[in-house]
């Protein structure tokens, strides 16, 4: 769709060209077009944000009441206030720490769970049902238990560390199940040990599971934290200041503090998918074997 | 030691493909075992190698023997180098040193020395099977198994990739079952050719090559004479 859309447009803007120097002003027709058809993906995108942000200012016009919708400037306002203050990046740090510490433990042990399960069919028995039960519990559930069993600070690394983890083991356990089998003849053909097959056939088949395991997990992860911390008001964090500001019915506030989340998520994804990118072999994977 | 495989019997469900199957494969010597698609070449290395047992009857000769086997498709690991993937498989049987330098060897054998650092996506078809043919060479094996390691190459790359099997051969003498659906290769690279039919596999004739393996081409009208009996058997 995008393909057959950008060359039509390549055609008129030629067209264009040739007809440019009967019309005067043309020129300017020229531009705006050479300057869609370069970057129409991020013009179509940043078209998208200002209907979003011009709707939202409509609306909060016509509402008339911050409380209830502030308009994008008053936001704009508080999140610039919040970035220019000290305790801001305790909060911002605090959750990050919380977040990657619930993320790499269930990497870690999702890794591990997961390997073990998917070569052992009595293993995965064992923690199949679980796995099951964690998945399905809410997530709501999960937090307010893990409420009356730890310190505030430590709800939100439980409730993530719960969430994340299934998804992790589940792909990797779908990933060492799905490893080529005419790779793994090769190494009972060519006399690898069970365990040098494993370690250098099964395990890197399993990254490309891992890592949309990961990405999935990631995203879920600030999601569950954020929560976490609104229901558990640890001394700092996104997600308490949030439920404080909340509390004060600072409206402008909290829209602050739901754009720092989001942004946190956005970055995190962005690292995640910048380090999946280095590993050049996982885009041609399917027709090199 | 000649490999013999002993009144070989085998069914996939209700298809029987060997019934009561002898065969022997002289020693230091190249057998090419020609024969339709689905007459049983493939499972017949698979059950010479190991990878399948039969339901009755056996194979010797090989016992303990260490075997190189050449896919139909290169299969190397795409997350390994062409170099790396050498070296996973002669690891067990020398000193680090000696790893890396065979390895490298045979992957200039194969004319791939410039490459050995690549990834397998990074190369042509061809050259992954050449690769994977360094691999075979390099692997310190006294038997070799081939299941149609040319059928996805280009007339060009297949002779070239025959010529690069002659001279390899007569480096280092192994006994070798190299099993196509294609009458030149077999006339080119087979000491032997066995025509099998099936299933259920049976052998519908032995010939002889009667030249030396390093004169074979496909201008020799020996050669082509082997070819046309050969056609006229399959067709």
């Known amino acids: 769709m995008t393909g057959s859309t950008s060359k039509n447009k390549k055609y008129a803007s030629g067209e264009d060209s040739q007809r440019a120097p009967r019309r005067g002003g043309t020129i300017v027709v020229k531009v705006v077009l050479n300057c869609f058809i370069r970057h129409h993906i991020l013009i179509i995108s940043g078209a998208a944000i200002t209907i979003l942000l011009g709707i939202w200012w409509i609306a909060a016009f016509v509402i008339d009441a911050t409380i209830i919708l502030p308009p994008p400037p008053a936001v704009g306002r508080e999140l610039w206030a919040l970035l220019n203050s000290n305790d801001f990046w305790h909060s911002v740090g605090l959750t990050v720490f919380r977040g990657l510490s619930g993320f790499f433990i269930s990497l870690s042990l999702g890794i591990v769970l997961g390997i073990a399960a998917g070569i052992s069919l009595p293993i995965h028995a064992l923690f199949k049902p679980l796995i099951a039960v964690i998945r399905t519990t809410p997530i709501m559930s999960v937090i307010l238990i893990a409420l009356l069993w730890f310190k505030t600070g430590t709800v939100p690394i439980f409730s993530s560390f719960l969430i994340a983890f299934p998804v992790i083991t589940q792909n990797v356990i779908v990933g060492i199940r799905q490893t080529d089998q005419k790779l793994l003849q090769m190494g009972r053909a060519y006399g690898l040990s069970a365990t040098r097959r494993l370690l250098h056939i099964s395990v890197p088949s399993v990254v490309p599971y891992l890592i949309s395991g990961a990405q999935t997990a990631l995203g879920l992860t600030w999601k569950v934290v954020v929560a976490a911390e609104v229901l558990s008001i640890p001394n700092w964090g996104v997600g308490s200041e949030m439920q404080l500001s909340q509390m004060s019915l600072e409206t402008a506030q909290v829209f602050a503090w739901t754009v720092v989340a989001i942004l946190l998520s956005a970055a995190s994804q962005w690292v995640l998918s910048m380090s999946i990118r280095s590993m050049s072999w996982s885009k041609a994977y399917a027709d090199t074997v | ?235």
């Open chain 2, 1 to 235: 030691m000649p490999i013999q495989c002993k009144q070989l019997s085998l069914s996939f469900g209700d298809l029987q493909v060997f019934d009561n199957f002898s065969l022997e494969v002289p020693d230091q010597h190249v057998t090419a075992i020609l024969g339709p698609s689905g007459c049983g070449k493939t499972t017949l290395l698979n059950l010479m190698s190991g990878l399948l047992l039969p339901d009755r009857g056996g194979v010797s000769g090989i016992g303990d023997e260490r075997i190189s086997y050449l896919f139909q498709e290169p299969r190397l690991l795409p997350w390994k180098t062409v170099r790396k993937n050498v070296e996973l498989v002669v690891t067990p049987f020398f000193p680090p040193g000696e790893v890396s330098r065979r390895s490298f060897e045979f992957l200039e054998k194969v004319g791939l020395n410039q490459f050995a650092d690549y990834h397998p996506h990074e190369l042509s078809g061809g050259m992954r099977q050449r690769a994977a043919v360094a691999r075979a060479f390099a692997y310190p094996s006294g038997v070799m198994l081939m299941d149609e390691p040319f059928q996805a190459l280009d007339l060009h790359l297949k002779l070239s990739l025959i010529e690069l099997f002659k001279k390899l051969w007569k480096l280092e003498q192994r006994t070798a079952v190299f099993v196509t659906h294609d009458i030149q290769e077999a006339v080119l690279l087979g000491d032997t050719v066995i025509v099998l039919y099936g299933p259920p596999a049976h052998i519908r004739a032995t010939l002889e090559n009667p030249m030396p393996r390093v004169e074979r081409s496909l201008k020799e009208h020996r050669i082509l004479e082997m070819e046309q009996k050969l056609y006229s058997l399959l067709a």
